[in-house]
């Protein structure tokens, strides 16, 4: 269950159309950061700045390797995750929270 913070920062992580490429690139399988730039056409520094969006969201991870010659390495993955978002996704965020909705309101029946 996601309290309202996660589900604001789950759905600001997917709010912009870089970052739904970068996850778009990533289910293909893990990649190394310089590579990921590449397929989607963005400097690593803003990489970097999107990917952080993506990892304090939970939706990817980064793994550090050394290659043969010692260079550490940056490779990323994506993590499984699966978003229902409707009133009573909101509702359990709240609840979550400590809060209710309006007079308590309880779910919706499905």
Do not use: C, W
Not at 1 to 30: K, Y
């Amino acid at each position: 269950m996601l309290t309202s913070e996660e589900l604001l920062q789950l759905l600001g992580a997917l709010g912009h159309p870089v970052r739904l490429r970068i996850l778009a690139e990533l289910a293909g399988g893990r990649v190394h950061v310089s590579e990921l730039a590449r397929r989607i056409g963005v400097s690593r520094p803003l990489l970097y700045m999107h990917l952080e969006r993506l990892e304090k969201a939970r939706l990817v991870e980064g793994q550090l390797e050394l290659s043969v010659d010692g260079k550490a390495m940056k490779y990323l993955r994506l993590l499984p995750f699966e978003l229902t978002l409707n009133i009573d996704t909101v509702l359990a965020a709240l609840r979550a929270d400590g809060e209710e909705g309006p007079h308590d309101v309880q779910e919706t029946p499905q």
